[in-house]
């Protein structure tokens, strides 16, 4: 029998502690004072907002880590966090249309925030269609890890767009504007989900390493002496 | 004078469709990706 690996037991906390805090979310929290219930949105919306960022901004690290070392482990590490940075900026897609229907009255409108955070996971989407375009390893490590930080130049963009331009999306809400039940249950279930996602990563990450070995031509035979 | 004074006090009341939409959404987004890493793990 194999030993558990470290990542499935922060995984498996990290869903104990959604489970929590999305019930803490729906039944706990008092509602917002102008959304009312609405307002619940916020506690999968928001930490999936800030960890996509957070995400893609990880992979911009690891990018930089492999152009500076050429070290594999960067690129693997590329590889999962920025699979895992296109699934969050999706469904934080999906989240700001469901909360934006009842809310703006819209599903979609061309606002600034929306727009630079689907030009923010188009880019990333392409990062990861580059990736596929060859199949050399050190190639694809290199021109991915290019790519990684040129589209990471929109994180900070996408963040400050509320700020820079006239947006229907609301500023960044200061943590003492949020009254205390709603702030706790909002920190537990940004917690929980930063477990999830170190599992998602860490597991995403085992899976490269495991692809790249099996993709790894096999050594020369040894020179046999006559 | 009356409505004046009301403007922007109000609440936006129900909604719960879309509160259940947008957690459900999460679970089927986490657990899929859950499955597909599951599915590729060597």
Redesign the interface.
């Not at chain 1, 004072?33 to 609405?38: A, I, K, L, T």
């Not at chain 2, 109000?10 to 719960?16: F, H, K, N, P, S």
């Given at each position: 029998m194999s030993r558990l690996k470290w990542e499935h037991v922060v995984?498996i906390l990290g869903l104990l502690g959604?489970i929590g805090g999305?019930y803490a979310?729906?039944f706990v929290a008092p509602?917002e004072?102008?959304?009312?219930?609405?307002g619940?949105?916020f506690y999968?919306?928001v930490p999936?907002a800030i960890l996509s960022m957070l995400m893609f901004s990880v992979s911009g690290l690891a990018a930089f880590g492999y152009l500076m070392s050429g070290r594999m482990g960067f690129d693997w590490l590329v590889e999962s966090t920025v699979e895992?940075g296109v699934?969050l900026s999706?469904?934080l897609l999906?989240?700001g249309s469901?909360?934006a229907?009842?809310?703006w009255g819209v599903w979609w409108t061309w606002d600034p925030r929306l727009i630079t955070a689907t030009v923010l996971l188009l880019t990333f989407v392409g990062v990861m269609l580059l990736r596929g375009a060859t199949t050399n390893p050190e190639k694809r490590a290199t021109w991915s890890s290019v790519a990684t930080l040129i589209a990471w130049v929109n994180v900070p963009i996408t963040y400050k767009s509320v700020q820079w331009w006239r947006s229907l999306h609301q500023i960044q809400t200061p943590q003492d504007a949020i009254s205390e039940p709603m702030r706790i249950v909002y920190y537990e279930n940004m917690i929980a989900m930063i477990l999830?996602l170190v599992w998602?990563v860490a597991?995403?990450w085992?899976?490269a390493k495991?692809?790249a070995m099996?993709e790894a031509p096999e050594p020369l035979p040894a020179e046999v002496s006559p | 004078m009356i409505l004046l004074a009301t403007a922007g006090t109000?609440?936006?009341?129900?909604?719960?469709e879309?509160?259940i939409?947008?957690?459900v959404?999460?679970w089927v987004?986490?657990g899929g990706?859950?499955i597909s890493?599951y599915v590729?793990?060597?």
């Open positions: 995984g959604m999305h979310g729906l509602p004072r102008m959304m009312g219930d609405v619940r949105i999968v919306h999936v895992v699934m999706t469904l999906i989240l469901v909360w229907r009842p809310t999830v998602f597991w995403r085992r899976i495991a692809t099996a | 109000g609440q936006i009341v129900g909604g719960w879309y509160i939409m947008a957690y959404a999460t987004f986490f990706y859950a890493l590729r793990s060597p």
